[in-house]
């Protein structure tokens, strides 16, 4: 044998292998022309999530008063937001243009607050875990790939620690951001040859031959009955 490399075995039977293994790799961005921006919004059962879409150069005011933030994170971690009813950031504004979302902030005197750009390739790529406190309210929602999105179970993170005393229509606002990860599977089977260690011969990309050790130290091998030598002790597993 002029190579040989080591591989973990997860699934064995009858004398053949089945082999998964996982790469990690980036969500494909969804083949979609304009822009889409996520908002957190009060409802009728407390909050909630909508996706409002905007075609190339359109823009949007979000000037109702069941608007609590827009869900548009400028990079992956952790950030926070305090939202007081008495203390108005302002009418949001949002125009897309190029596959970047612009965001702005109107005030009642006609001021204007721009936020930094967000490009829809990136808000594709996370995934967004938005935590919500409110007034007799924790809430969570899980946005993946800045499509699909839903009510997500567990405890609720609220980074300013209840430091801040909550109102009526107020919200502390917790947005946790990640790069989203796909798991992509390869599925193969191989014909295996035991000498003291178990053998199966593999091909490279490059078109050679050489045999592969299996390693049986994975934690979920399954090895039937009938291929194991004569004489092997088996015992429950604890």
């Known amino acids: 044998m002029q190579r040989v490399i080591y591989i973990t075995c997860l699934s064995l039977f009858c004398g053949t292998m089945s082999l998964v293994s996982a790469t990690a790799s980036f969500a494909r961005q969804p083949e979609l022309t304009g822009c889409r921006i996520i908002v957190l919004m009060e409802n009728e059962s407390g909050v909630g999530l909508e996706t409002v879409d905007l075609a190339e150069n359109e823009m949007k005011v979000f000037g109702g008063d069941d608007v609590i933030a827009l869900v548009a994170p400028i990079s992956p971690g952790q950030a926070g937001d305090l939202v007081q009813r008495s203390q108005s950031k302002g009418v949001p504004i949002v125009r897309c243009r190029s596959g970047e979302l612009q965001i702005g902030f109107q005030g009642p005197d006609g001021s204007r607050r721009e936020y930094p750009a967000v490009k829809m390739a990136d808000l594709y790529e996370y ?9 007799d309210l924790k809430q969570a929602f899980a946005i993946r790939g800045y499509q699909d999105f839903e009510v997500d179970d567990g405890p609720v993170l609220d980074m300013f620690g209840g430091r801040f005393p909550l109102g009526d229509g107020d919200y502390s606002i917790t947005t946790e951001t990640r790069i989203r990860e796909e ?22 990309p490059d078109g050679s031959e050489a045999y592969v050790i299996i390693d049986l130290g ?9 291929y194991l030598p004569a004489g092997v002790e088996i015992s429950e597993l604890t």
Do not use: C, H
């Open 127 to 135: 995934e967004i875990r938005v935590n919500v406190t409110g007034v």
């Open 218 to 226: 994975a934690g979920g091998t399954v090895v039937s009955r009938e």
């Open 183 to 204: 798991r992509e599977a390869v599925v193969g089977t191989a014909a295996l040859e035991y000498d003291q260690l178990l053998f199966a011969k593999g091909k490279f």
